[in-house]
Every structure is written in structure tokens, then in C-alpha cells.
């Protein structure tokens, strides 16, 4: 399954924590668009698609979360709980996003404009999807 832990260099003194990303550097890929989650109630669930070919990391910059992971074969279930951890999503991954502490802000880095053509919104297309695929 294509998805990893970065852990991002802190650098910090008495004034506090700061965590630079740099496209192409730190971000494996160029960075098109910026958004994030927040005040997102504890029973919903967000996500439930994949993309075609759009990469993103995942960031809770405040509380935590948890995300679901399914490539039609495999699962995995990812706590985000540390602002100096990201979560690289490739693109063929179905995703959800759930169980969000009260406080928390998700921060997505993505490496497309927002494209609706590039979204699967339907599990079994996904796996309709990505079997022609593989």
C-alpha cells in the first residue's frame, strides 16, 4: 500500500516549536492546492472516495484524528496526532477520515487543483477502478 509516516525536522527554541515544508524538499511533490478540516464533530466520518492521480499529506496541526486506508487488498488505520507528522496518501488509496478529537485541524497538502473528475466516490467503482489498473 502506497502511504508513509514523514516525520517533519522541528526546529525550536524558548519562543516555541516551528516545522518549515518546502515543496519538492520536505513535500515529495508540488504543492497546488491547501485546506483544511476543523470543527468536525466526533460520530463523522469524511472522506470516502480516492483520486486517480492526486497525492496528498495529511496533517493534524491540533488534537488528533484517525484515517482509514483500503488499496481493495489491504487496510490500514493511521492515528495523526503529532503536528510534526504527515500523512503521504498516494493517489489509488480509498480514504477516510474519522474519530476527530474536538480541537482538531486537519491541514491537506495536495498536488492538484481540485478536479471533481479526479475523485471515485463509490467503493465498488474504486475497486472497479483500480483493478483495471493492476
Not at 490500514?76 to 474519522?98: C, Q, S, T, V
Not at 481540485?114 to 467503493?123: L, P
Amino acid at each position: 500500500m502506497n502511504f508513509k509516516i514523514i516525520r517533519f525536522q522541528e526546529h525550536g527554541d524558548p519562543r516555541g516549536q516551528l516545522v518549515a515544508l518546502e515543496e519538492n524538499k520536505e513535500i515529495p511533490f508540488k504543492i497546488k492546492r491547501v485546506y483544511f478540516m476543523y470543527d468536525t464533530l466526533k460520530d463523522v466520518v469524511r472522506g470516502h472516495h480516492a483520486h486517480k492521480s492526486l497525492e496528498q499529506i495529511l496533517f493534524c496541526v491540533h488534537g488528533s484524528c484517525r484515517i482509514h486506508l483500503d488499496d481493495g487488498t489491504e487496510t490500514a488505520e493511521i492515528l495523526l496526532d503529532k503536528p510534526y507528522e504527515g500523512l503521504y496518501i498516494a493517489n489509488n488509496l480509498w480514504r477516510e477520515m474519522y474519530d476527530f478529537s474536538e480541537d482538531a485541524v486537519l491541514l491537506v497538502l495536495a498536488s492538484e487543483l481540485y478536479d471533481e473528475s479526479d475523485y471515485i466516490r463509490d467503493y465498488d467503482e474504486f475497486l472497479k477502478f483500480i483493478g483495471k489498473k493492476k
